[in-house]
């Protein structure tokens, strides 16, 4: 009985090393679920992918690259801004010369208008000068004929007698050629033929034509170097039934017939008695 006694005076207590290892083992655990808590609180946080992590190492290596897309984007931002900066710049350049262009095109449109305005005048007044003239020459012209008419109507010196059916034809003799002639409906000489060649004698029948001595009425216009031409001329035409009368002409003057017109081929002569 003693020795347990004595025994049980002496047991090691344990109590202080359970208190011991039961603290241990409560820290162990709060420790374990702070780590759990902190680890889910950074996965939360990454999934909604925003927030620092509290690691200052981490978040200084995943600044940097942000800040660099940040930069990079500013500078594209600015880039873009300035593109359409410049692109408006350009479009208002190009507007102010296009609005410049259809100022000068419209300048030009009006003064080739203008120009061509006075181009159309100019050219009327010219038609209506070049008719004018036309109209000038033409009076100058038919001025010239009456005169020349007018002469060549002096220049018959025989004065009609009583009128009949038959028409005075002349022959003007010169030496070197014969001419024929009769008179129109205003009594002025107007030309039949001129004959140059040497067988002009022989010829002045067949160039009177239907001018017959029932119709017509020879007139020589004699001139002082040719008499013995027309008194060939004479008595031939006498034997073939012409009614022949005659006037002196001067050789030094101009030709009797010279100035004459060709005779119209539907104008008739009209007739007169020398």
């Known amino acids: 009985m003693g020795r347990r006694k004595k025994g049980s005076e002496n047991a090691v207590n344990l109590f202080s090393f359970q208190d011991v290892l039961a603290c241990l083992t409560g820290v162990l655990i709060m420790v374990s679920l702070l780590l759990c ?5 950074n996965n939360m946080e990454a999934a909604k992918g ?11 290596a995943r600044l940097q690259p942000l800040t660099e ?8 931002l600015e880039q873009r801004k300035g593109g359409v900066d410049v692109t408006r710049n350009d479009v208002d350049v190009l507007e102010d010369r296009l609005k410049q262009m259809a100022a000068n095109i419209e300048q030009e449109t009006a003064r080739i208008a203008d120009a061509q305005a006075r181009l159309d005048a100019a050219r009327s007044e010219g038609a209506t000068v070049d008719a004018r003239v036309l109209a000038l020459r033409q009076q100058l012209e038919d001025a010239r004929r009456e005169t020349r008419r007018v002469e060549l109507r002096e220049r018959v010196r025989f004065r009609p007698g009583p009128r009949y059916a038959k028409s005075p034809v002349f022959i003007e003799t010169t030496p070197t050629r014969v001419i024929l002639g009769e008179l129109d409906a205003d009594r002025t000489p107007m030309l039949i033929a001129r004959l140059d060649d040497p067988n002009a004698d022989a010829r002045i029948v067949g160039s009177l034509g239907a001018r017959l001595p029932d119709s017509s009425y020879m007139v020589f216009v004699v001139h002082e170097d ?3 031409r027309f008194a060939a001329l004479r008595d031939e035409l006498t034997r073939r039934g012409y009614e022949v009368g005659w006037q002196l002409w001067p050789s030094d003057g101009p030709s009797f017939m010279d100035g004459t017109e060709p005779v119209a081929a539907s104008k008739p002569a009209d007739g007169g008695a020398p």
Not at 69 to 76: H, Q
């Open 37 to 41: 808590i902190d680890g889910l609180s």
């Open 50 to 60: 925003a927030k620092a992590s509290g690691d200052p190492v981490t978040d200084a």
């Open 69 to 76: 897309e940040v930069a990079t984007l500013r500078r594209t």
């Open 226 to 228: 040719a008499i013995a």
